[in-house]
């Protein structure tokens, strides 16, 4: 079945540091991949997405690609705030339309201090 | 333009009792998907709904059964509970078929089962 592994957190840096959160998925297809952030009491919300090989998704200063090779889709972001504080999650969605449930990884925390 | 809205946010049921949680898809949104969000956790596929049927579910028991009305607004109803149904409950909506429609997430409910 399809599956999203990611790195364990808590994951703490200061302020202006470089963040890498590592991602990798087993999919019987061929899947969309996206990162989603969820900030403490709240839902999820879509930070990025790429939906082929060698897209590169990004958004708010994150960045990700889609590496088909490796199976992977990593999160970096090249000086993280206190506000990017968050839980990420790491999602595979295979299939388009009905069929089309999205697959999570566990999350990483992040914590950025000051 | 709402987004997707759920209700309620937070709600205490005692084991065995029944419980209803409802959600309203974002505008112009046609399918509705449930995930389950233990604490610490990823979410988990529930189920999903379109054109008022159940397309897709997960791997949950059927004490959990839902419904989708004619306005696209969607029920989860969940019998004899367990302690272990307490978690974040979290419905997203998505336009069906396309490859690239992004699932938008309500901020969930949380259920405590006492």
């Known amino acids: 079945g399809d599956s999203v592994t990611q790195m364990e957190g808590p994951v703490t840096l200061s302020e202006e540091a470089f963040l890498t959160i590592n991602c990798t998925y087993t999919a019987t297809g061929y899947p969309s991949l996206f990162w989603y952030v969820q900030y403490p009491g709240e839902g999820l919300q879509l930070l990025l997405k790429a939906t082929k090989a060698d897209d590169k998704g990004s958004n708010k200063g994150f960045e990700a690609t889609y590496r088909k090779e490796t199976t992977s889709f990593h999160l970096e972001k090249g000086s993280v705030q206190v506000s990017d504080s968050a839980v990420y999650f790491c999602?595979?969605?295979?299939?388009?339309?009905?069929?089309?449930?999205?697959?999570f990884g566990t999350g990483t925390r992040l914590q950025v201090t000051l | 333009d709402a987004g997707v809205t759920q209700s309620p946010t937070h709600l205490i049921k005692t084991r065995g009792q029944q419980v209803t949680l409802r959600c309203s898809p974002k505008s112009g949104h046609d399918t509705v998907s449930w995930y389950q969000q233990a604490l610490g956790q990823g979410p988990q596929f529930i189920f999903q709904y379109y054109e008022e049927e159940e397309r897709q579910r997960g791997n949950f028991p059927d004490r959990f059964s839902g419904h989708q009305f004619p306005n696209y607004s969607s029920e989860l109803n969940v019998n004899a509970l367990l302690l272990g149904d307490s978690a974040l409950y979290l419905c997203?909506?998505?336009?069906?078929?396309?490859?690239?429609?992004?699932?938008?997430f309500g901020q969930g409910t949380r259920l405590t089962v006492v």
């Open positions: 997203a909506s998505s336009l069906a078929g396309r490859r690239d429609t992004e699932a938008f």
């Open positions: 999602a595979l969605r295979v299939g388009t339309g009905t069929a089309s449930k999205l697959t």
